[in-house]
T-cell receptor, first 112, second 112 residues
């Protein structure tokens, strides 16, 4: 595959479940990002990793836990989520610096 | 609060017309700007990037940047029904961790 891939594409989970979202970039980029997109709200930056180190955590609740084992992979671990966490979760990567970001297809998450 | 503002629309134009999408930003430190296109249910796709004042053309798309007025625009010439989507404007403060701040998007409808 090419570009930025995300799995799963759709996820339904209960509030007591634990699940993980996976992102993989095949572009040789140095930075990776997690965004949340809710209906009628701008894209919200959640986490940023640059060269596998977390450089930004935008006051995201601790029920979201990121992991970046290497520059090509990014995970978002989810536990005890709330219904308001239902959204499209987007992963992006960039070469870093001033460069543009490229998005994966997203995971549509529904919390029941 | 650093903001990027866009009219949510919908902006309706006839096929073949010029669509003009506008964006204002509050962070004077923003130096790089990006336009993304997002089809319903899909992830954002990069269309244009612009870094200096003036116009930048790429095919049917022209991005315009006026840093003094804190204004960015995207012109789409010869609009096609396939251009119907939500267009997201994003700004980056290159001195603040290279984080993108997104506007809420403008929905464009091109009518045959």
């Amino acid at each position: 595959e090419t570009g930025v891939t995300q799995t799963p594409r759709h996820l339904v989970m209960g509030m007591t479940n634990k699940k993980s979202l996976k992102c993989e970039q095949h572009l040789g980029h140095n930075a990776m990002y997690w965004y949340k997109q809710s209906a009628k709200k701008p894209l919200e930056l959640m986490f940023v990793y640059s060269l596998e180190e977390r450089v930004e955590n935008n006051s995201v609740p601790s029920r979201f836990s990121p992991e970046c084992p290497n520059s090509s992979h990014l995970f978002l671990h989810l536990h005890t989520l709330q219904p308001e966490d239902s959204a499209l979760y987007l992963c992006a990567s960039s070469p870093g610096g001033w460069a543009e970001q490229y998005f994966g297809p997203g995971t549509r998450l529904t919390v029941t | 609060q650093k903001e990027v503002e866009q009219n949510s629309g919908p902006l309706s134009v006839p096929e073949g017309a010029i669509a003009s999408l506008n964006c204002t930003y509050s962070d004077r430190g923003s130096q790089s700007f990006f336009w993304y296109r997002q089809y319903s249910g899909k992830s954002p796709e990069l269309i244009m990037s612009i870094y200096s004042n003036g116009d930048k053309e790429d095919g049917r798309f022209t991005a315009q940047l006026n840093k003094a007025s804190q204004y960015v625009s995207l012109l789409i010439r010869d609009s096609q029904p396939s251009d119907s989507a939500t267009y997201l404007c994003a700004g980056m403060n290159n001195n603040a961790g290279n984080m993108l701040t997104f506007g809420g998007g403008t929905r464009l409808m091109v009518k045959p």
